[in-house]
C-alpha cells in the first residue's frame, strides 16, 4: 500500500533562515510526487513535482526538492524563508492516474 | 480565466441528517474532477475523482456518494451523517490525470456533525 508521513505537525523558522520540510513516502515503485502549498483562507497550490530524472527539483518561490529513491524521501528546501512562506505545506504521491496520496501536512510559521 | 466554486462555506449538521456539498468549476471544458476529505489533524484523502459527466470513482469508502450532473458540477452527499464525517472538504479539478498535471483546488467546506 502506498502512504506519505510528512513527521513533523508545525515548524518554526527565523526570516531569512534555511528550511527544509521532510517527506517520507511509502510505494512499491517510483512515484510521481508533489509538494502543495496551502495559504491561510486559500486552496492548495503546486509548489513543484517530481517524475523521474535529475533528484532535485526546482519550484515556485526558490523552492526546491530533492528525491532519495534509498530514503524514499522528497523532502523540501528552501535558501532562506520569507515571512509570507508562512502556510501549511502538503506532500503527495500520485501511484496511479488520476489519484492523489497526501500527507498530513506542515504548517510552517516565519517569525520576524 | 478559470475558478472553482464551492458551497456551502461551512456547515453544522445533526447525526443521521443528509448532507450535499457542492463544486461548479468555471472557466474549463470537461476537466477531471475530485473530492478530498481531511479530519480534523488528519491527512488529506481523496475520496473520489470523474472523468466525465455521469462517470464517479470512488478511492476511498467513507458511506459518502459523489455525482456528476454537469460537466462542470461536482456533488457530495450522503443521506445519513456521522460524527466520523466532520472535517473539510475540498473538490478540485484538474486538465489531465492528477498525477500527470496540476491540480487546481477550491477553499473547500468545513463540515461539523453534532
Known amino acids: 500500500a502506498q502512504s506519505v508521513t510528512q513527521p513533523d505537525a508545525r515548524v518554526t523558522v527565523s526570516e531569512g533562515a534555511s528550511l527544509q520540510l521532510r517527506c517520507k513516502y511509502s510505494?512499491?515503485?517510483?512515484?510521481?510526487l508533489f509538494w502543495y502549498v496551502q495559504y491561510p483562507r486559500q486552496g492548495l497550490q503546486l509548489l513543484l513535482k517530481?517524475?523521474?530524472?535529475?533528484?532535485v527539483v526546482q519550484g515556485v518561490n526558490s523552492f526546491e526538492a530533492e528525491f532519495s529513491k534509498s530514503n524514499s524521501s522528497f523532502h523540501l528546501q528552501k535558501a532562506s524563508v520569507h515571512w509570507s512562506d508562512s502556510a501549511v505545506y502538503f506532500c503527495?504521491?500520485?501511484?496511479?492516474?488520476?489519484?492523489?496520496?497526501f500527507g498530513s501536512g506542515t504548517k510552517l510559521t516565519v517569525e520576524p | 480565466a478559470q475558478t472553482i466554486h464551492q458551497w456551502p462555506v461551512a456547515e453544522i449538521k445533526a447525526v443521521g441528517s443528509p448532507l450535499s456539498l457542492g463544486c461548479t468549476i468555471k472557466?474549463?471544458?470537461?476537466?477531471?474532477l475530485y473530492w478530498y476529505w481531511q479530519a480534523t489533524g488528519g491527512t488529506l484523502q481523496q475520496l473520489f475523482y470523474?472523468?466525465?459527466?455521469?462517470?464517479v470513482e470512488s478511492v476511498v469508502q467513507l458511506n459518502l456518494s459523489a455525482s456528476r450532473p454537469k460537466d462542470d458540477q461536482f456533488i457530495l452527499s450522503t443521506e445519513k451523517l456521522l460524527l466520523s464525517h466532520s472535517g473539510f472538504y475540498l473538490c478540485?479539478?484538474?486538465?489531465?490525470?492528477?498525477?500527470?498535471?496540476?491540480?487546481?483546488f477550491g477553499k473547500g467546506t468545513r463540515l461539523t456533525v453534532v
Open positions: 517530481y517524475y523521474s530524472g535529475d533528484p
Open positions: 472557466g474549463k471544458s470537461s476537466p477531471n
Open positions: 510505494y512499491s515503485a517510483t512515484p510521481y
Open positions: 478540485a479539478w484538474s486538465l489531465q490525470g492528477a498525477g500527470d498535471t496540476e491540480v487546481f
Open positions: 470523474s472523468i466525465t459527466v455521469g462517470q
Open positions: 503527495a504521491l500520485s501511484p496511479y492516474y488520476n489519484v492523489l496520496y
